[in-house]
Protein backbone atom coordinates (compact mmCIF):
# COMPACT_ATOMS: atom_id res chain seq x y z
CA UNK A 1 0.00 0.00 0.00
CA UNK A 2 1.46 3.42 -0.91
CA UNK A 3 2.00 5.69 2.09
CA UNK A 4 1.00 8.99 0.18
CA UNK A 5 -2.62 10.90 0.79
CA UNK A 6 -4.90 9.93 -2.20
CA UNK A 7 -5.19 13.80 -2.89
CA UNK A 8 -1.49 13.67 -3.49
CA UNK A 9 -2.50 11.87 -7.14
CA UNK A 10 -5.46 14.95 -7.50
CA UNK A 11 -3.21 17.78 -8.02
CA UNK A 12 -2.89 18.13 -12.08
CA UNK A 13 -6.38 19.57 -12.71
CA UNK A 14 -8.22 20.42 -9.63
CA UNK A 15 -12.31 20.45 -8.95
CA UNK A 16 -13.40 22.57 -10.96
CA UNK A 17 -10.38 22.92 -13.80
CA UNK A 18 -11.27 19.32 -15.20
CA UNK A 19 -11.18 21.18 -18.94
CA UNK A 20 -10.06 23.75 -21.07
CA UNK A 21 -7.18 24.80 -23.15
CA UNK A 22 -3.60 24.91 -21.99
CA UNK A 23 -4.26 26.41 -17.85
CA UNK A 24 -1.23 28.04 -17.98
CA UNK A 25 2.01 29.03 -20.69
CA UNK A 26 4.87 26.69 -20.82
CA UNK A 27 7.69 28.45 -19.29
CA UNK A 28 11.20 27.82 -20.69
CA UNK A 29 12.90 26.99 -17.59
CA UNK A 30 10.25 24.23 -17.06
CA UNK A 31 11.92 22.58 -19.64
CA UNK A 32 15.34 23.55 -17.80
CA UNK A 33 17.79 20.82 -15.69
CA UNK A 34 15.88 20.23 -11.99
CA UNK A 35 18.91 17.99 -10.72
CA UNK A 36 19.19 17.82 -7.06
CA UNK A 37 21.54 15.06 -5.26
CA UNK A 38 19.40 13.49 -3.14
CA UNK A 39 18.91 9.74 -4.02
CA UNK A 40 15.57 9.31 -5.35
CA UNK A 41 15.84 12.32 -7.62
CA UNK A 42 15.27 11.27 -11.49
CA UNK A 43 14.57 13.04 -14.58
CA UNK A 44 14.53 12.92 -18.34
CA UNK A 45 14.08 14.39 -22.17
CA UNK A 46 12.46 12.06 -23.96
CA UNK A 47 12.43 12.51 -27.92
CA UNK A 48 10.95 10.71 -31.02
CA UNK A 49 10.69 10.72 -34.41
CA UNK A 50 8.30 9.12 -36.97
CA UNK A 51 9.87 8.89 -40.27
CA UNK A 52 8.58 8.60 -43.73
CA UNK A 53 9.51 5.48 -44.32
CA UNK A 54 7.67 4.24 -41.32
CA UNK A 55 10.72 3.73 -39.47
CA UNK A 56 11.22 5.29 -35.71
CA UNK A 57 14.08 7.26 -33.58
CA UNK A 58 13.70 7.72 -30.16
CA UNK A 59 16.43 9.65 -27.90
CA UNK A 60 16.31 9.90 -24.15
CA UNK A 61 18.68 12.19 -22.05
CA UNK A 62 18.90 10.81 -18.23
CA UNK A 63 19.88 13.49 -15.90
CA UNK A 64 19.38 10.61 -13.22
CA UNK A 65 17.44 7.19 -14.18
CA UNK A 66 14.16 6.42 -11.97
CA UNK A 67 15.02 2.88 -11.67
CA UNK A 68 19.13 3.31 -10.62
CA UNK A 69 19.91 5.00 -7.52
CA UNK A 70 23.66 6.08 -8.58
CA UNK A 71 22.50 8.97 -10.26
CA UNK A 72 24.99 8.51 -13.48
CA UNK A 73 23.47 10.29 -16.34
CA UNK A 74 22.07 7.97 -19.28
CA UNK A 75 22.25 8.56 -22.85
CA UNK A 76 19.65 5.91 -24.43
CA UNK A 77 18.86 6.19 -28.56
CA UNK A 78 16.85 3.30 -30.65
CA UNK A 79 16.31 2.79 -34.09
CA UNK A 80 13.18 0.74 -34.87
CA UNK A 81 13.57 0.37 -38.69
CA UNK A 82 10.20 -0.82 -40.43
CA UNK A 83 10.69 -4.28 -40.43
CA UNK A 84 13.73 -6.60 -38.08
CA UNK A 85 15.19 -5.88 -34.85
CA UNK A 86 15.67 -2.53 -33.25
CA UNK A 87 19.14 -1.39 -32.84
CA UNK A 88 20.41 0.20 -29.18
CA UNK A 89 22.66 2.68 -28.49
CA UNK A 90 22.84 3.06 -24.27
CA UNK A 91 25.47 5.06 -23.05
CA UNK A 92 26.07 5.46 -19.00
CA UNK A 93 28.33 8.45 -17.72
CA UNK A 94 30.14 9.55 -14.76
CA UNK A 95 28.15 13.35 -13.59
CA UNK A 96 31.59 14.93 -15.08
CA UNK A 97 30.35 14.09 -18.27
CA UNK A 98 26.77 15.68 -17.66
CA UNK A 99 26.12 19.82 -18.38
CA UNK A 100 23.09 21.25 -18.24
CA UNK A 101 21.00 25.05 -17.99
CA UNK A 102 18.27 25.66 -15.44
CA UNK A 103 16.80 28.61 -17.57
CA UNK A 104 15.96 26.23 -20.86
CA UNK A 105 16.56 22.83 -22.60
CA UNK A 106 20.16 22.68 -22.98
CA UNK A 107 21.39 19.53 -22.11
CA UNK A 108 24.95 17.58 -22.87
CA UNK A 109 26.11 14.32 -21.73
CA UNK A 110 29.01 13.09 -23.02
CA UNK A 111 29.60 14.77 -26.75
CA UNK A 112 25.50 14.78 -27.57
CA UNK A 113 22.89 17.13 -26.70
CA UNK A 114 19.49 18.89 -27.06
CA UNK A 115 19.35 22.47 -26.60
CA UNK A 116 16.52 24.91 -27.25
CA UNK A 117 17.99 27.29 -29.37
CA UNK A 118 15.45 30.33 -30.80
CA UNK A 119 12.51 28.73 -32.18
CA UNK A 120 13.84 25.43 -32.48
CA UNK A 121 15.43 22.55 -30.65
CA UNK A 122 18.96 20.95 -32.20
CA UNK A 123 19.75 17.71 -31.22
CA UNK A 124 23.61 15.55 -31.36
CA UNK A 125 23.37 12.05 -30.82
CA UNK A 126 26.76 10.14 -30.63
CA UNK A 127 26.75 6.52 -29.45
CA UNK A 128 27.68 3.78 -31.66
CA UNK A 129 26.28 2.80 -33.24
CA UNK A 130 23.67 5.70 -33.76
CA UNK A 131 24.49 9.09 -34.43
CA UNK A 132 22.45 11.83 -35.56
CA UNK A 133 22.30 15.68 -36.29
CA UNK A 134 18.34 16.77 -36.26
CA UNK A 135 16.42 20.10 -36.19
CA UNK A 136 13.00 20.07 -33.80
CA UNK A 137 10.63 22.95 -35.75
CA UNK A 138 7.05 22.94 -33.40
CA UNK A 139 4.17 22.98 -35.01
CA UNK A 140 2.05 23.16 -32.00
CA UNK A 141 2.69 25.62 -28.90
CA UNK A 142 4.46 23.63 -25.31
CA UNK A 143 1.77 22.35 -23.03
CA UNK A 144 1.50 21.43 -20.24
CA UNK A 145 -1.95 19.60 -18.37
CA UNK A 146 -2.98 21.74 -15.77
CA UNK A 147 -0.19 22.55 -13.37
CA UNK A 148 2.38 19.54 -14.67
CA UNK A 149 2.14 18.11 -11.25
CA UNK A 150 0.87 14.16 -12.05
CA UNK A 151 1.85 13.39 -8.59
CA UNK A 152 2.74 16.07 -5.65
CA UNK A 153 2.35 15.39 -1.84
CA UNK A 154 2.64 18.72 0.06
CA UNK A 155 3.52 16.80 3.51
CA UNK A 156 6.30 15.05 2.33
CA UNK A 157 7.37 17.67 -0.68
CA UNK A 158 7.93 14.79 -3.21
CA UNK A 159 6.16 15.24 -6.54
CA UNK A 160 6.85 14.06 -10.15
CA UNK A 161 6.03 16.31 -12.78
CA UNK A 162 5.77 16.24 -16.76
CA UNK A 163 5.67 18.97 -19.21
CA UNK A 164 5.65 18.47 -23.27
CA UNK A 165 7.24 21.83 -24.86
CA UNK A 166 6.88 20.04 -28.36
CA UNK A 167 3.21 18.04 -28.60
CA UNK A 168 4.01 18.40 -32.33
CA UNK A 169 7.24 19.32 -34.19
CA UNK A 170 8.82 18.88 -37.86
CA UNK A 171 11.90 17.69 -37.67
CA UNK A 172 14.66 16.92 -40.36
CA UNK A 173 18.32 16.42 -40.51
CA UNK A 174 20.63 13.75 -40.72
CA UNK A 175 20.84 9.39 -39.20
CA UNK A 176 23.91 7.22 -39.40
CA UNK A 177 23.37 4.01 -38.40
CA UNK A 178 25.83 1.31 -38.47
CA UNK A 179 28.15 4.20 -40.63
CA UNK A 180 25.14 4.46 -43.43
CA UNK A 181 24.28 7.93 -43.35
CA UNK A 182 21.10 9.25 -44.91
CA UNK A 183 19.31 12.53 -44.81
CA UNK A 184 15.75 12.44 -42.97
CA UNK A 185 12.67 14.01 -42.52
CA UNK A 186 9.43 13.26 -40.24
CA UNK A 187 7.28 14.28 -37.26
CA UNK A 188 8.68 14.37 -33.70
CA UNK A 189 7.54 14.97 -29.96
CA UNK A 190 9.19 15.88 -26.83
CA UNK A 191 8.25 15.66 -23.42
CA UNK A 192 10.15 16.02 -19.67
CA UNK A 193 9.77 14.63 -16.64
CA UNK A 194 11.23 14.97 -13.24
CA UNK A 195 10.52 14.51 -9.75
CA UNK A 196 11.85 13.38 -6.50
CA UNK A 197 10.42 9.72 -4.92
CA UNK A 198 11.00 6.47 -5.99
CA UNK A 199 8.41 6.09 -8.27
CA UNK A 200 7.66 2.09 -7.38
CA UNK A 201 5.98 3.51 -3.82
CA UNK A 202 3.77 5.98 -5.30
CA UNK A 203 2.74 3.86 -8.94
CA UNK A 204 1.62 0.75 -10.55
CA UNK A 205 2.65 1.78 -13.76
CA UNK A 206 1.08 3.86 -16.89
CA UNK A 207 -0.29 3.92 -20.26
CA UNK A 208 0.68 6.82 -22.60
CA UNK A 209 0.51 6.91 -26.02
CA UNK A 210 -0.15 9.90 -29.25
CA UNK A 211 -1.81 9.87 -32.32
CA UNK A 212 -0.70 12.41 -35.48
CA UNK A 213 -4.27 12.20 -37.58
CA UNK A 214 -3.63 14.73 -40.57
CA UNK A 215 -4.16 18.14 -39.10
CA UNK A 216 -5.07 16.54 -34.86
CA UNK A 217 -3.30 15.73 -32.35
CA UNK A 218 -3.82 13.43 -29.56
CA UNK A 219 -1.68 12.77 -26.53
CA UNK A 220 -3.22 10.77 -23.55
CA UNK A 221 -2.24 8.91 -20.41
CA UNK A 222 -3.22 6.68 -17.87
CA UNK A 223 -0.73 7.09 -14.27
CA UNK A 224 -1.74 4.60 -11.86
CA UNK A 225 -1.54 5.02 -8.42
CA UNK A 226 -0.84 2.65 -5.54
CA UNK A 227 -3.22 2.06 -2.53
CA UNK A 228 -6.40 -0.55 -2.04
CA UNK A 229 -8.36 1.39 -4.87
CA UNK A 230 -5.96 2.66 -6.80
CA UNK A 231 -5.70 5.90 -8.16
CA UNK A 232 -5.65 7.12 -11.71
CA UNK A 233 -4.21 10.18 -13.44
CA UNK A 234 -5.80 10.65 -16.92
CA UNK A 235 -4.16 14.05 -19.00
CA UNK A 236 -5.15 14.20 -22.59
CA UNK A 237 -4.19 17.27 -25.37
CA UNK A 238 -6.16 17.36 -28.33
CA UNK A 239 -5.29 19.76 -30.65
CA UNK A 240 -6.55 21.22 -34.24
CA UNK A 241 -3.60 22.65 -36.43
CA UNK A 242 -1.63 25.02 -34.26
CA UNK A 243 -4.21 25.40 -31.48
CA UNK A 244 -4.75 23.20 -28.49
CA UNK A 245 -8.44 23.36 -28.06
CA UNK A 246 -8.71 20.78 -25.19
CA UNK A 247 -6.81 19.72 -21.85
CA UNK A 248 -8.51 17.37 -19.63
CA UNK A 249 -8.32 14.99 -16.96
CA UNK A 250 -11.48 13.06 -16.95
CA UNK A 251 -11.61 10.43 -19.47
CA UNK A 252 -12.20 6.59 -19.22
CA UNK A 253 -9.24 4.29 -20.84
CA UNK A 254 -10.64 0.23 -21.16
CA UNK A 255 -8.70 -2.28 -21.94
CA UNK A 256 -9.53 -5.28 -24.15
CA UNK A 257 -8.08 -8.54 -25.94
CA UNK A 258 -5.78 -9.35 -22.76
CA UNK A 259 -2.91 -11.60 -24.07
CA UNK A 260 0.98 -12.12 -22.24
CA UNK A 261 3.77 -10.61 -23.68
CA UNK A 262 6.58 -13.64 -24.42
CA UNK A 263 9.58 -11.28 -23.25
CA UNK A 264 8.44 -10.42 -20.15
CA UNK A 265 5.98 -12.72 -19.09
CA UNK A 266 3.36 -9.78 -18.85
CA UNK A 267 0.05 -9.70 -19.25
CA UNK A 268 -1.25 -6.48 -21.03
CA UNK A 269 -4.03 -5.59 -23.41
CA UNK A 270 -3.56 -5.27 -27.14
CA UNK A 271 -6.78 -2.89 -27.71
CA UNK A 272 -6.49 0.15 -25.86
CA UNK A 273 -10.09 2.57 -25.90
CA UNK A 274 -9.78 6.05 -24.33
CA UNK A 275 -13.07 8.55 -23.95
CA UNK A 276 -13.62 11.89 -22.89
CA UNK A 277 -16.03 11.94 -19.86
CA UNK A 278 -16.58 15.26 -20.26
CA UNK A 279 -16.58 17.95 -23.02
CA UNK A 280 -16.37 16.94 -26.90
CA UNK A 281 -16.80 13.66 -27.56
CA UNK A 282 -13.83 11.90 -28.33
CA UNK A 283 -13.35 7.74 -29.46
CA UNK A 284 -10.02 6.27 -29.44
CA UNK A 285 -9.19 2.18 -30.28
CA UNK A 286 -5.39 1.68 -30.63
CA UNK A 287 -4.68 -1.89 -31.53
CA UNK A 288 -1.13 -2.89 -31.17
CA UNK A 289 0.69 -4.90 -33.52
CA UNK A 290 3.94 -4.89 -33.05
CA UNK A 291 6.01 -4.53 -30.23
CA UNK A 292 8.86 -2.32 -30.76
CA UNK A 293 10.33 -2.67 -27.22
CA UNK A 294 10.02 -5.45 -24.34
CA UNK A 295 11.94 -5.52 -21.37
CA UNK A 296 12.47 -5.83 -17.59
CA UNK A 297 14.24 -3.49 -15.22
CA UNK A 298 14.82 -2.95 -11.64
CA UNK A 299 11.53 -2.04 -10.37
CA UNK A 300 11.79 -3.06 -6.28
CA UNK A 301 9.15 -3.52 -4.70
CA UNK A 302 8.39 -0.50 -1.84
CA UNK A 303 9.80 -2.14 0.79
CA UNK A 304 13.06 -2.36 -0.42
CA UNK A 305 12.47 1.33 -2.35
CA UNK A 306 11.61 3.47 1.18
CA UNK A 307 15.21 3.68 2.06
CA UNK A 308 18.20 4.31 -0.19
CA UNK A 309 20.55 1.93 1.49
CA UNK A 310 18.02 -0.93 0.91
CA UNK A 311 17.70 0.19 -2.71
CA UNK A 312 20.91 0.39 -3.47
CA UNK A 313 21.81 -3.47 -2.00
CA UNK A 314 18.41 -4.49 -3.56
CA UNK A 315 18.79 -2.73 -7.54
CA UNK A 316 22.57 -4.62 -6.96
CA UNK A 317 21.25 -8.00 -6.20
CA UNK A 318 18.64 -7.66 -9.04
CA UNK A 319 21.63 -6.60 -11.53
CA UNK A 320 23.97 -9.03 -10.54
CA UNK A 321 21.31 -12.18 -11.16
CA UNK A 322 20.74 -11.17 -14.56
CA UNK A 323 24.12 -12.59 -15.60
CA UNK A 324 22.58 -16.00 -14.29
CA UNK A 325 19.71 -17.10 -16.06
CA UNK A 326 19.03 -19.70 -13.22
CA UNK A 327 18.88 -16.58 -10.55
CA UNK A 328 16.69 -14.02 -12.67
CA UNK A 329 13.30 -15.57 -11.96
CA UNK A 330 14.20 -16.17 -8.00
CA UNK A 331 15.57 -12.59 -7.95
CA UNK A 332 12.13 -11.10 -9.74
CA UNK A 333 10.04 -12.52 -7.45
CA UNK A 334 11.92 -11.88 -4.49
CA UNK A 335 12.93 -8.08 -5.15
CA UNK A 336 10.49 -7.28 -7.92
CA UNK A 337 11.20 -6.01 -11.14
CA UNK A 338 9.54 -3.87 -13.95
CA UNK A 339 8.55 -4.31 -17.13
CA UNK A 340 8.31 -1.49 -20.39
CA UNK A 341 7.11 -2.49 -23.49
CA UNK A 342 6.33 -0.04 -26.70
CA UNK A 343 4.24 -0.91 -29.21
CA UNK A 344 3.18 0.53 -33.01
CA UNK A 345 -0.27 0.05 -33.07
CA UNK A 346 -3.01 1.24 -35.74
CA UNK A 347 -5.35 3.76 -34.31
CA UNK A 348 -8.96 4.73 -35.04
CA UNK A 349 -9.83 8.27 -33.95
CA UNK A 350 -13.79 9.41 -34.02
CA UNK A 351 -14.17 13.31 -33.34
CA UNK A 352 -18.14 13.79 -33.81
CA UNK A 353 -18.33 17.36 -32.81
CA UNK A 354 -15.73 18.15 -35.32
CA UNK A 355 -17.50 15.78 -37.88
CA UNK A 356 -13.46 13.33 -38.42
CA UNK A 357 -12.77 10.17 -38.26
CA UNK A 358 -9.62 9.46 -39.07
CA UNK A 359 -7.45 6.01 -39.09
CA UNK A 360 -3.67 5.27 -39.72
CA UNK A 361 -0.68 4.09 -37.29
CA UNK A 362 0.79 5.49 -34.00
CA UNK A 363 2.43 4.29 -31.01
CA UNK A 364 1.83 3.58 -27.61
CA UNK A 365 4.21 2.30 -24.11
CA UNK A 366 2.73 0.46 -21.60
CA UNK A 367 4.82 0.57 -17.78
CA UNK A 368 5.05 -1.68 -15.10
CA UNK A 369 6.26 -0.79 -11.60
Known amino acids: MSRYSHLAYEQLLPAGKERGPSQSVLDPSENGDHYQPE ?5 WWYFDVALGDGSYLVAILHSSLYNAIDHKP ?3 LRYYPRAGAPITAIGRYERTSYRA ?8 IGYSQAVHEGNCYRLELHQEPIHAE ?3 RPTLPGWKAGTGHLFADPTTNR ?4 VVPLPRAYVEGTLA ?3 RQETISGEGYHDHNWGNLYLPTAFRGWTW ?6 NWTLIFGDVVGRGPSPPHVTPLMLACGEEIVLTTNRITLTHQDPVREPRTGRDFSRQLNVATSVGPEIKLMMEARRAMDALDFASLRPLFGWHPCARRLGEYAFYLAQNHPPATR ?7 KGSYMRWLADYDLELPEYNVSQAGRGMYEVMFL
Open 209 to 214: GRVLAD
Open 177 to 179: VDG
Open 134 to 136: LTF
Open 39 to 43: PSFFE
Open 330 to 336: IASWLLG
Open 159 to 162: FFDW
Open 101 to 108: ESDRCCVR
Open 74 to 76: TLD
